[in-house]
C-alpha cells in the first residue's frame, strides 16, 4: 500500500506564495518520478510540474519562472514553491507519484487526495 500526504494549500492574495508538500510511504522499492498537476473547476487536469530521479525537472508554461519544483529523496518528498501567485492559479492541486513497489516489478502512477489553492484577486 502507498499513500501519498500533501499539505500547504490555501487562500492567498495574488502576488503572494505558497509552498505545498507531498510525502510517499507505505511499500516503495523506488520512486521514478514525482511531481504536480492542478484541475480549475471546469478544466482538465494539466501539468504543474515534476522531477524525475536523476532527470531534468519539467514545468508547465504557465508556471515557468515563478513556481520552483524540489525533492528530498531521503524522505521520499516532493515540494513546491509557489510564487507570483495569480487567480488563475486557483485549483486543487495533486501530488503524483510513478512508484516501483519491488524490485524489477512495474512501475505504477499513484495520485494524492488533492489540496485547494485558491488566489484572490
Known amino acids: 500500500q502507498v499513500q501519498l500526504v500533501e499539505s500547504g494549500g490555501g487562500l492567498v492574495q495574488a502576488g503572494g506564495s505558497l509552498r505545498l508538500s507531498c510525502a510517499a510511504s507505505g511499500n516503495i522499492f523506488s520512486i521514478n518520478a514525482m511531481g504536480w498537476y492542478r484541475q480549475a473547476p471546469g478544466k482538465e487536469r494539466e501539468l504543474v510540474a515534476n522531477?524525475?530521479?536523476?532527470?531534468?525537472?519539467n514545468y508547465g508554461d504557465s508556471v515557468k519562472g515563478r513556481f520552483l519544483i524540489s525533492r528530498d529523496n531521503a524522505k521520499n518528498t516532493v515540494y513546491l514553491q509557489m510564487n507570483s501567485l495569480k487567480p488563475e492559479d486557483t485549483g486543487v492541486y495533486y501530488c503524483?507519484?510513478?512508484?516501483?513497489?519491488?524490485?524489477?516489478?512495474?512501475?505504477?502512477?499513484?495520485w494524492g487526495q488533492g489540496t485547494q489553492v485558491t488566489v484572490s484577486s
Open positions: 522531477i524525475p530521479t536523476g532527470g531534468r525537472t
Open positions: 503524483n507519484a510513478r512508484i516501483q513497489i519491488v524490485a524489477r516489478g512495474a512501475t505504477y502512477n499513484y
